[in-house]
């Protein structure tokens, strides 16, 4: 897509880099992350408004440690350059960098040494709170520049070539524990570089649907929709983009929570008019998984059939060109990171396979957003809070969370006791402060007692996380009173379970799913 003005960041491998882009564009900027190696060419061919700089591991005189080609300097935009990158720019314009006798990490005390327009607005100049992480400090200033702040043991906390519109922080204006991080980012982009608020949800949604009638013409689309909410919202613009055109298909594997199946299909057909197929493949699935204990093994014959299946029904469709995903933009900077891709991407999680089996050319409406971005265009568009916030389900459904053997009869005991979880999340008003929460059927029974009988049946567990990412997870402190009334009316109102447990592990060691 092309945005009238973009602030690109130069991505020197900071852990918070993405938050950069994330905070530029609640303010109403489109902003991106390239490589901090990325061909200056390129960065040019981008027609920026505006650069940043990032953040880094490095230190600039480090072996190995990314440096500022010329030609990037020469593009004489307007430059925030954060932590490791006014080192950086110090290092590279004619200043010195020194290793600070203690490294600084943490909260710490900024005073405004020169006004600037960076500083409009902040509540306290002689005194606010940043937040810092480095080893290294400017000792002397390139020529032309300015020191604009100082932190308790540096001299040059901020310093600005105003006359170059070249700004830079020793601290990270992006993390919230800055206090008027916020500000000071929108004073670079409004007052420094004079930009608009033109990146808006709404616009997205306009100039996304142009883009998308711009790159598929009068070609077919096939989309595989999961009720989750990127291929949801990736499916409501396709369909306002090019209507009848786009196929989605909705393989219901059988592995599905109660009546997930209706409420997917049914409010999308309902209110959009989409062109939804769906396949009712519960059978094949079932029989597929009939006997089978090993976790590993399940995941494979499902993601098998699952592409079995789509494929089949893909061809189907006469002259279909083109595959629709729901790549998100953290995954696309993932993928293309100066480091390198990330080890913990998580293959499994993904339909891998799907475009080379196909030979279908890509369309990928979210590319370019947040995960909170495509719940805005979500809201933007119309769709019901129960899709918008809706926790994330497994590709592999309920099948990994029945342990063990998965039969008709214990998905259905599962089914049951999930839908009382799911509904007392939600009256309680924790299903949005959670991650995700879900029961899970174990495969043993316990004994119990029931007005004079003995019992023997079932156990469930309740596993409930807070997450930011679903890579590292804690248990949730739900209150008592909540978890008693999940477990007494799951034992009351679900025949074939007399005992309800919790899973009070966090990932790592453990991870969130049980299979
Ligand atoms: P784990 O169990 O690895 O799960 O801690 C992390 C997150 O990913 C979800 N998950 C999956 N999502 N296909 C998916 O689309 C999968 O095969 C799959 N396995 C786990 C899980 O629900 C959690 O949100």
Redo the contacts with the bound molecule.
């Keep these: 897509m092309s945005h009238t003005q973009k602030v690109v960041i130069l991505d020197f491998g900071s852990q918070v880099t993405q938050l950069i882009a994330r905070r530029i564009r609640e303010s109403g900027v489109y902003s991106e992350v390239h490589p901090c190696n990325t061909d200056p060419a390129k960065i040019r061919a981008l027609n920026p408004s505006a650069l940043v700089l990032s953040g880094s591991p490095f230190g600039v005189r480090d072996e190995g440690a990314p440096g500022l080609p010329q030609a990037i300097l020469d593009l004489n935009l307007p430059i925030l350059g954060i932590c490791y990158g006014m080192q950086l720019l110090a290092h590279e314009l004619g200043g010195s960098v020194v290793a600070s006798s203690e490294r600084e990490y943490g909260r710490a005390t900024f005073s405004v040494t020169k006004d600037c327009p960076l500083w409009d607005g902040l509540a306290d100049p002689a005194k606010t709170t940043v937040w810092m992480s480095h080893g290294d400090r400017v000792e002397s200033l390139p020529p032309g520049f300015e020191s604009i702040g100082s932190s308790g043991s540096i001299p040059f906390a901020a310093m600005a070539d105003e006359g170059r519109k070249i700004y830079a922080l020793q601290f990270h204006p992006e993390v919230a524990h800055t206090e008027d991080g916020s500000l000071i980012l929108r004073n670079f982009l409004f007052k420094v570089a004079k930009l608009k608020p033109t990146w808006t949800m709404a616009s997205f949604v306009e100039e996304s649907v142009a883009a998308m009638r711009a790159q598929v013409g009068g070609g077919k689309v096939v989309l595989g929709l ?1 009720g ?1 909410i990127d291929s949801t919202v990736a499916a409501v613009l396709l369909n306002k983009a090019i209507g009848k055109n786009l196929s989605c298909i909705f393989v219901d594997n059988g592995l599905l929570r109660m009546h997930e199946r209706e409420e997917v299909i049914g409010f999308l057909a309902e209110h959009f008019d989409l062109n939804v197929k769906c396949v009712d493949a519960a059978d094949l699935f079932l029989s597929r998984l009939a006997g089978i204990t090993d976790p590993e093994e399940k ?1 494979k014959i ?2 098998h059939t699952f592409i079995e299946i789509f494929d089949q029904e893909a061809q189907a469709i006469k002259g279909v060109e083109f595959l629709a995903q729901g790549t998100l933009y953290p995954d696309v900077i993932e993928s293309c990171s100066f480091r390198g891709p990330s080890a913990v991407i ?1 293959s ?4 891998g396979g799907l475009p080379e089996t196909m030979k279908l050319k890509l369309v990928e409406p979210l590319r370019e957003l947040f995960k909170d971005e495509v719940r805005a265009v979500a809201a933007e568009m119309g769709l019901p809070e129960h899709i918008i916030w809706r ?6 459904g309920l099948s ?1 969370r029945v342990i063990g053997e998965v039969t008709p009869e214990r998905l259905d005991i599962l089914r049951r006791a999930d839908k009382i979880v799911q509904h007392e999340l939600v009256a309680s008003g924790w299903y949005r402060k959670v ?2 929460g ?1 029961a899970v059927l174990l495969p043993l029974k316990t004994v119990g007692v029931m007005g004079d009988d003995r019992t023997y049946e079932h156990v469930i567990a309740l596993r409930v ?1 807070d ?1 930011l990412d ?2 590292t ?1 804690d248990w949730s402190r739900l209150p008592s009173e909540l978890l008693a009334s999940m477990s007494n009316r799951i034992i009351n109102e679900v025949k074939g379970v007399n005992r309800v447990v919790l899973d009070i592990s966090s ?1 790592p060691p ?6």
């Design positions: 999961s989750g995941r499902i993601g998580k499994h999680h993904n339909v926790q994330p389900f497994p590709g592999p990994i991650w995700q879900f996380v997450s679903a890579m997870a990932k453990s991870t969130i799913e049980w299979e």
